[in-house]
């Protein structure tokens, strides 16, 4: 069973710091692609940022240059470190990720339970 377990959400001021750490557990043989979304109320939920195994990353036009996606593949763990946080990066944010859990088995899309972030004064 592959579990993704988000953590380090919480309650921020304006112009704060947070990093979101993604761990995965269980039984697999790879992680693929790993990425953030994010769902704030009232909204559909939005791709945030995306890193490739190789460690490539792509990120919403709204958090370039705020955001740092990385990643640890020998601890199976995904980060985010969000920098000049915004009222507007309110959200719960989950982790997401392609995981292949035997050599010759085809992989699958996994997700977290999500973790809030909440931005205020």
């Known amino acids: 069973q592959v579990q993704l377990v988000e953590s380090g959400g919480g309650l921020v001021q304006p112009g704060g710091s947070l990093r979101l750490s993604c761990a995965a557990s269980g039984s697999f043989f790879n992680i693929y692609d790993m990425r953030w979304h994010r769902q704030a109320p009232g909204k559909q939920r939005e791709l945030v940022a995306v890193i490739t195994s190789g460690g490539s990353t792509n990120y919403a036009d709204s958090v370039k240059g705020r955001f740092t996606i990385s990643r640890d593949n020998a601890k199976n763990t995904m980060y985010l470190q969000m920098n000049s946080l915004k009222p507007e990066d309110t959200a719960v944010y989950y982790c997401?990720?392609?995981?292949?859990?035997?050599?010759?088995?085809?992989?699958?899309?996994?997700w977290g339970q999500g973790t809030q972030v909440t931005v205020s004064s």
């Open positions: 997401n990720a392609d995981i292949r859990q035997r050599l010759m088995a085809p992989s699958y899309n996994y």
